[in-house]
């Protein structure tokens, strides 16, 4: 994959095809969070978090005691802190690595998309000097790293998103469980999945986290063609899970599987909304910039 991403304007370099030709997911989530740092400072809404951490260049005049000087030893420039928060904020990022993220209708899968959002949210999250944690599952937990706030850490993560691959059929209730159990300190629960299972299990397991006293943020990641059903033409579909396949016509189908995708997502987002989680739905075509943006407002929310 090529690393030249070329001279797009605004935050629309932030677009996943865009970035599926950076070759490492360090300089992806260097790019997607700086690019959209920057675009906050354009916003109207900057400013808008006093959690918020930024730094920017000293200027002659500014308060010396502001000046970051461990960034001073590590750069070699002088740079002022506007915002710094000082909570100490412990995130656990989830990442979905069942089979069905296996599914695209373009050059980016869901699992991809997701890991590409996982990276980006950690890049953040150290930026702010939080601490960030990943747990990878299907119907167990593949692997877990605990939450930490250094560079190195972050490294760890990043090259942990690098080498996984997709596992099996996705099943929430089990690892959703043992998570929150293991998770001892209270903070943020990040949850990256197509959600693809009876809604029960996953309800049960964020009632647990949010019995814990954990604020819970769900991304809800899904293809352009899964939230459209884009088919045209009859076609034999194969559940990537458990490879049983059917033979469907557009026409008879769409109807009943747009009920029943706004059915299921309305008991999702009824069910979060009961409990005071955070519901986002995400297209695999969409800029990552608008997860980063809602992962700030709601943090900003929760810790007034």
Same mark, same amino acid.
């Given at each position: ?24 997911? #360090? ?216 490879? #049983? ?60």
């Amino acid at each position: 994959m090529k690393e030249n991403i070329g001279k797009t304007k605004g935050t629309r370099f932030l677009d996943p095809e865009i970035l599926s030709r950076i070759s490492n997911l #360090e300089l992806l989530a260097r790019t997607v969070v700086e690019g959209f740092v920057s675009g906050l400072h354009k916003s109207p809404y900057r400013g808008f978090s006093v959690e918020f951490m930024e730094y920017r260049p000293y200027i002659p005049g500014d308060d010396m005691a502001r000046i970051d000087w461990k960034l001073y030893a590590r750069s070699d420039r002088l740079y002022v802190k506007e915002y710094e928060d000082e909570t100490n904020t412990s995130c656990n990022i989830l990442l979905d690595m069942s089979n069905s993220m296996g599914y695209t209708s373009s050059k980016i899968n869901k699992y991809e998309y997701g890991s590409f959002l996982a990276a980006s949210l950690a890049y953040f999250i150290i930026r702010q000097r939080d601490s960030v944690g990943l747990s990878l599952f299907d119907d167990k937990i593949v692997q877990r790293i605990s939450p930490k706030s250094t560079t190195g850490h972050l490294y760890s993560l990043l090259t942990t998103l690098e080498n996984s691959n997709l596992g099996k059929h996705t099943a929430f209730g089990k690892p959703f469980h043992e998570l929150a159990e293991a998770i001892k300190r209270r903070g943020f629960i990040i949850i990256i999945s197509d959600l693809l299972e009876e809604p029960e299990g996953l309800i049960d397991g964020l009632k647990h986290f949010r019995f814990d006293g954990h604020e819970v943020i769900v991304f809800h990641i899904l293809d352009p063609y899964e939230l459209n059903f884009q088919f045209n033409d009859i076609m034999e579909l194969e559940d990537m899970e458990t490879g #049983e396949k059917v033979l469907i016509s557009p026409e008879s189908a769409k109807e009943v599987y747009t009920k029943n995708l706004e059915k299921f997502r309305n008991i999702v987002k009824k069910e979060c909304g009961i409990l005071g989680i955070d519901y986002y739905a995400l297209s695999t075509d969409k800029a990552l910039d608008f997860a980063l943006f809602n992962y700030l407002s709601s943090r900003s929310k929760k810790l007034k």
